[in-house]
């Protein structure tokens, strides 16, 4: 059932943040597309808003039992004006996986992906366009039901907001330092770490407390069952170049199935370059390091696209990847998948999906 996109225009426009202090998630456009859900009216109510702080009852469901799930995209500017997305289908696709698993009603991902062009298009002014930025867009659903019954909820709100968002590098990719975290665990299967939803978020930060605390960026997380094969790090997956081949642990369901991973594996398919989804213990890793054969390790993630990883600390050892320089894989993925969503490069997977044409 297609329904009409309502517009609430709002008194005055916010001033826009310079493109210099943009960072990440700090600020926030003028407008939201907001819908709501009951479960005797379905999905109603759809309508691009004002962004403004909600009004919920103390005992909306959320706040209690959590259902509460989230996707995250970029838009991006183009050189000729134009604002495009990348595989934001598969966004969608995502989000109704995430609202499967937490008993949230389904979204009807065409519509929902209309209504986040509309907002994009109502806010194209937001897209910053100095190098490295771009729009986060941000889906969300949560349940709103007053009610203190255990029970997948009757009421539901969706909402996208938008928030422009600075370089995540500077002038070049910098390799991080990451730890290997033993006594705390993401997900496990079974459970609910192949979705994202806001609970996941909340249990990594205790480890993720340990890791700031030991001038670590990210964890790299080890499964919940035997502690011995490597999972994903923080918000990325990880893959490790071994001996001229790519490995990337397989999807087993307590990995996050990134969209950026799909994109790493096509475009390492499409450039012969071998890459095989297998599980891989951490033994594995330091081994391959020790027969000098561990080329790379980098982390791919829609927010940092590819996080090059510089060293690797597992209970008392340290190792030290590539001299801790950017490897020449992750800077080529880097390049070639930045090119694509900026619209600098071809397109040969039909990857990108213009939301406005030329501006003028
Ligand atoms: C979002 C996310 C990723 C990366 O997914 P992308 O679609 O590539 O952004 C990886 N791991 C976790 C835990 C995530 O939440």
């Not at 959590?66 to 990348?86: C, H, N, R, W």
């Not at 690797?312 to 090119?339: F, P, R």
Request: glycine share 8%; net charge negative; charged share 25%.
């Amino acid at each position: 059932m297609k329904q009409e996109i309502s517009f609430i225009p709002r008194e005055e426009l916010k001033a826009k943040p310079d493109t210099a202090s943009l960072g990440f998630g700090k600020y926030f456009s003028d407008y939201m597309f907001e819908m709501d859900y009951h479960n005797d009216l379905g999905w109603h109510n759809p309508r691009i808003t004002p962004y403004e702080p909600l009004t919920l009852d103390p005992s909306a469901m959320v706040f209690h039992y959590g259902q509460a799930i989230f996707e995250g995209m970029k838009a991006y500017k183009t050189p000729d004006g134009s604002v495009q997305l990348f595989r934001p289908e598969k966004n969608m696709k995502r989000f109704n996986e995430s609202c499967d698993r937490l008993c949230i009603p389904q979204i009807d991902e065409e519509f929902l992906l209309e209504g986040i062009k509309q907002l994009i298009t109502t806010e194209k002014e937001w897209v910053p366009d100095g190098e490295g930025t771009s729009l986060y867009i941000r889906p969300f659903i949560f349940s709103t039901e007053a009610y203190l019954g255990v029970r997948p909820a009757n009421q539901y709100k969706l909402l996208v907001i938008l928030s422009p968002s600075g370089a995540y590098y500077g002038s070049q990719l910098s390799p991080v330092k990451i730890y290997v975290e033993e006594q705390y665990v993401r997900a496990v299967i079974g459970g609910v770490g192949h979705v994202k939803t806001a609970g996941n978020y909340a249990a990594s930060l205790k480890a993720q407390k340990k890791a700031d605390a030991g001038g670590y960026a990210q964890i790299l997380w080890l499964d919940a069952k035997e502690n011995k094969y490597v999972e994903e790090v923080g918000s990325m997956n990880i893959f490790f170049k071994i001996n001229g081949e790519v490995v990337t642990p397989k999807l087993n369901g307590s990995i996050l199935p990134g969209v950026t991973r799909d994109s790493v594996i096509e475009l390492l398919k499409y450039w012969n370059i071998p890459v095989r989804e297998e599980r891989i213990s951490i033994e594995e890793v330091f081994a391959a390091h020790k027969r000098g054969e561990l080329e790379e390790v980098f982390g791919a993630g829609t927010a940092a696209v590819i996080s090059p990883v510089g060293e690797l600390t597992w209970k008392d050892q340290s190792i030290t990847i590539n001299d801790n320089q950017i490897g020449q894989l992750s800077q080529d993925i880097y390049n070639e998948l930045t090119g694509i969503q900026l619209g600098k490069k071809e397109d040969p997977f039909n990857w990108t999906v213009k939301v406005t044409s030329v501006e003028g």
